[in-house]
């Protein structure tokens, strides 16, 4: 078995009048986030690490911004073919180890449902999933809620 280790960081700016994704579910906020699809920081953090970790460069070279296929599309979709590519070089998921920062809203109480989420896009169990939430104690732009970023760490196996 070949195994692989992949990286992914993502960030978008937080504004007025858009849903707020993340994890795959729809959070009540009164801030989303900006981005071209649904700007679900978390999810392309993970579509980051997992191309990564396939030696096959990132979410913007496949799914790019520039191209009305990928306007505001559901990232749940990019992450199900990014799964896909993956499977292209023999690779399936082993596990996800993600961070998302954020100040607002407090992401515990969901950590449950976006795993259930995203475990199911990736045809994985709900424990290779770990989603761990914090803040950056008001300090910069997070601190600021002016945006929110996500971190993934992934184990790929062949």
């Known amino acids: 078995m070949k195994i692989r280790v992949g990286f992914g960081f993502d960030v978008h700016q937080l504004v007025v009048g858009r849903e707020l994704w993340l994890g795959g579910i729809r959070l009540e906020h009164s801030l989303g986030l900006l981005g071209h699809s649904d700007a679900d920081v ?40 990014t799964v896909e590519l993956i499977a292209t070089k023999g690779y399936q ?5 993600a961070t998302v920062c954020a100040e607002r809203p ?40 002016e945006g929110i970023s996500a971190y993934a760490t992934v184990l790929i196996e062949k």
């Open 42 to 81: 978390l999810i392309h953090a993970i579509c980051d690490a997992l191309l990564g970790a396939a030696n096959m460069r990132d979410i913007g070279y496949h799914f790019p911004d520039n191209s009305e296929e990928f306007h505001n599309i559901d990232s749940k979709i990019l992450l199900r073919k």
């Open 93 to 97: 998921v082993g596990n996800i180890d």
């Open 106 to 145: 407090k992401l515990k109480a969901h950590i449950p449902a976006m795993q259930e989420c995203l475990a199911q896009v990736m045809g994985i169990d709900v424990d290779d999933v770990s989603i761990k939430a914090t803040t950056t104690e008001k300090l910069g732009f997070t601190g600021r809620e």
